[in-house]
């Protein structure tokens, strides 16, 4: 491409000096680069609600150009020793996943993938304490236009892009909605019911057996079965230069407000009393029946762009407009038309519960600095001979070559066998 870029130009008056190229494009970068601003709120009941803010975070340490925000929310079950540990370390367990020195989109790229590795490290070792809480993750990180969202449970993550379309960036890990997440539960050999009182009558949502847990993804949760697995659901969206709101919230306000509620309760409000008013408005509809947390994002255009343009008529007749895949060439061109049109577009989607599919095949790049295979999940060097492919024994394989990467070391394989209901589960 640059070849092509430099043949192009022959002229010799077209140079310009390096120095007046790096000014041009540090302008072009402030330009590019929207204001983050957020706010939260929060009504304790149970005390087990938790969350994370943190706008400083840089790719590359010492590198301001290069920061980056996270925010998340961890809504706890059967104690806050789960979603309290999973503030502490999910965060660095995803970072240290990702390999050093990628560009900024290499970055983007490898994100899904360490992410799921985190979640999955974060829970293996949480419950090598023995401890038997759980807890919900909903793991927000926005890099400038592009926001990825990871979770397990049923905290949600809505977006209200500019133009007023509202689309959720989540699934909801719950046993009850969750068709093939129940059957998976019980392909694995969980059990799932409702609870029975006096009288053999049933009540409430369906719950996973032994432990009786609604959801059917979490960090933590020892005692309910290996079945009910870290994995998170990934997404990862592109926002139009219109920017957009993002609500990240526990189910003590899904529980009272559907999305479109919760976005429309708070538009024009800023994000701190947005976070307020739609903390007020679940608790108007449904009382304090349950912790009830919820952060606001705004991704917010650079003030020297221009005014966002209309949106596409015919709006809802259009909602499939609304997410368009991305395809490969002249993937940055319809970048900028989607953009300019206020189309957000979804560049990663995966929900998947088999950690061979969501760690991919690998390129034979894994080789740590020091010359080993490292685990994909926990990032523990192995020796060669100690490696067991993600893929080995696997009917789910998507690659039939078992000496093919990614490797883990025989205590994540355990826990990955142990989650497809390979072996028994629990300690």
Not at 187 to 196: I, W
Not at 210 to 237: A, H, N, T, W
Request: hydrophobic letters at 35%; glycine letters at 10%; charged letters at 25%.
């Amino acid at each position: 491409m640059a070849s092509r870029e430099g043949r192009r130009h022959h002229h010799h008056h077209d140079l310009v000096p390096l120095a007046a190229l790096i000014s041009r494009e540090m302008k072009s970068e402030k330009m590019e680069k929207p204001t983050v601003r957020y706010g939260h709120a929060a009504q304790s009941r149970k005390g087990e609600d938790y969350f994370l803010i943190k706008t400083d975070c840089q790719r590359v340490p010492g590198n301001s150009s290069s920061t980056f925000s996270v925010f998340a929310i961890f809504d706890g079950h059967n104690g806050n020793a789960a979603a309290i540990y999973t503030r502490e370390h999910l965060l660095n367990h995803v970072l240290g996943a990702i390999p050093r020195g990628l560009g900024r989109d290499e970055w983007l790229q490898a994100l899904p993938r360490a992410l799921v590795a985190g979640f999955v490290k974060t829970d293996k070792e949480f419950q090598s304490r023995g401890e038997t809480s759980g807890t919900t993750a909903t793991f927000v990180i926005v890099d400038r236009w592009t926001v990825t969202v990871a979770s397990v449970g049923d905290s949600r993550c809505i977006l209200d892009a500019q133009g007023g379309a509202v689309s959720t960036l989540t699934v909801d890990h719950r046993l009850e909605e969750n068709v093939e997440e129940r059957e998976r539960v019980t392909a694995s050999g969980g059990e799932v019911g409702r609870l029975s009182i006096v009288g053999g009558a049933e009540i409430g949502p369906l719950r996973c057996w032994p432990g009786g847990l609604c959801l059917s993804r979490s960090i933590g949760d020892m005692d309910v079965g290996e079945f009910i697995v870290p994995i998170p659901y990934v997404k990862q969206v592109k926002l139009s230069n219109a920017g957009g709101r993002l609500i990240i919230a526990s189910d003590g306000i899904w529980d009272a407000l559907s999305s479109e509620m919760a976005a429309q309760s708070c538009r024009g409000l800023p994000a701190e009393l947005a976070a307020r008013q739609v903390v007020k408005e679940a608790l108007r509809t449904r009382g304090l029946k349950d912790d009830t947390t919820c952060i606001v994002v705004d991704i917010i255009p650079p003030d020297n762009s221009l005014p966002p343009s209309p949106p596409p008529k015919k709006q809802n007749r259009f909602r499939a407009l609304l997410f368009r895949k991305k395809s490969h060439d002249g993937a940055n061109k319809l970048s900028k038309k989607l953009s300019a049109v206020g189309i957000v577009e979804e560049l990663f989607e995966e929900g998947s519960a088999m950690l061979a599919e969501r760690l991919g095949n690998d390129e034979p790049t894994t080789q740590s600095t020091s010359g080993l295979f490292t685990c994909a999940v926990c990032q523990v060097d192995l020796a060669p001979s100690e490696g067991i492919s993600v893929h080995a024994g696997s009917i789910f394989s998507t690659s039939s070559k078992p000496w093919q990467g990614p490797f883990l070391c025989a205590d994540c394989r355990n826990k990955k066998d142990a989650m497809e209901g390979k072996r028994p589960s629990g300690v």
